[in-house]
């Protein structure tokens, strides 16, 4: 077995344009992903982002470039479709509109829809979707009709019926872009428990730096490249590197920032607001023993 569950090599993708011409959408992209690992990608609309997700879940073909999930080839070109239906099952995919991927009109039959089409047995299935309820806290909307819910619940539906298919991996596409804070702090909360607790592999998407900084790595693409694979640390202590991505940096990360500006002394380097607040303790608990 590979120790990545996810490996690329000089993966390249391309769109054909309105002229037919072809045009490169991910060049060249080199990547390793560790089983568990949580991974954020960022990068300005246009980037590649999407394109990779695709790739990763066999939605799109690269135009070259080796893709190995658990140490398979999955380009090699002669995969059966009872194998690419296994990649699709092992590394899922939520997207950005909620509504787009409700499929039912019953919370526990949409959660059922992808086992059933594996043809898993009724009583099984009827385990993974109240495991799945439970663990994206929505236990007790079994007989809900999804359109009903908030972005944020239904977004948390879409991911349990991800996990009903139990998936090795996850990947978000902007998940969050169309929900409001408390929706984005639901699905993140879902996201971050399936990654620490469950093992899940998780690929996040997103325009939300204060998302990013949650995770493991951060990946920076841009115009179809990767220019950045670091920890969240690393990343944004290059804050004039993301600006000129247009992507920003934390509001944690920008608050610690004016704080050294205006001549306060705090320790380290800290990105979370966890971090952020602990510093900012620790600076004032030496403050008052120094006043005092
Ligand atoms: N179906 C398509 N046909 C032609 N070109 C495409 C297609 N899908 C994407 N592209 C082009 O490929 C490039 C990468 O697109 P992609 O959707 O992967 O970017 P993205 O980073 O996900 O952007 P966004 O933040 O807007 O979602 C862009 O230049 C885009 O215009
Ligand atoms: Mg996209």
């Known amino acids: ?74 380009t090699s070109g002669n995969l059966s479709d009872d194998e690419i239906l296994d ?13 787009n991927q409700i499929v039912a009109t019953i919370v526990e039959e949409d959660i059922a829809f992808g086992p059933e089409n594996l043809g898993i047995p009724t009583p099984e299935i009827r385990r993974r979707v109240d495991y799945a309820l439970e663990t994206v806290g929505m236990r007790g909307y079994e007989k809900h009709e999804p359109h009903r819910l908030s972005g944020g619940q239904k977004q948390r539906i879409a991911i349990a019926g991800v996990l009903a298919m139990q998936p090795e991996c996850i990947i978000l596409d902007e998940a969050t872009a169309m929900l409001d804070p408390r929706g984005r702090a639901e699905v993140i909360n879902t996201i971050e428990l399936l990654n620490r607790e469950r093992k899940i592999t998780v690929i996040m998407i997103t325009h939300h730096m204060n998302e990013a900084v949650r995770a493991d790595r951060v990946i920076v693409l841009s115009d179809g490249r990767l220019l950045r694979d670091y920890p969240p640390r690393q990343l944004f202590s290059e804050p004039d590197f993301l600006r000129r991505q247009g992507l920003g940096v934390p509001q944690s990360v920008e608050l610690i920032d004016e704080l050294r500006r205006q001549g306060i002394a705090l320790e380290g380097e800290p990105v979370t607001p966890e971090e952020c607040a602990g510093a900012i303790m620790k600076y004032l608990k030496q403050k008052k023993a120094h006043d005092g």
Do not use: W
């Not at 037919?20 to 992903?33: M, Q």
């Not at 092992?90 to 509109?97: C, E, H, L, S």
């Open 1 to 74: 077995m590979d120790e990545y569950f996810i490996r690329t090599e000089h993966l390249c993708c391309n769109y054909r344009d309105e002229n037919g011409r072809e045009a490169p959408a991910l060049i060249d992209i080199n990547l390793k992903i560790k089983k568990g690992e949580y991974i954020a990608v960022i990068g300005r609309n246009g980037s590649g982002k999407s394109t990779l997700a695709k790739l990763l879940n066999m939605i799109l073909l690269p135009a070259s470039g080796k893709i190995y999930i658990d140490g398979k080839d999955m």
């Open 87 to 99: 990649i699709r099952r092992r590394v899922g995919m939520v997207f950005q509109n909620p509504d």
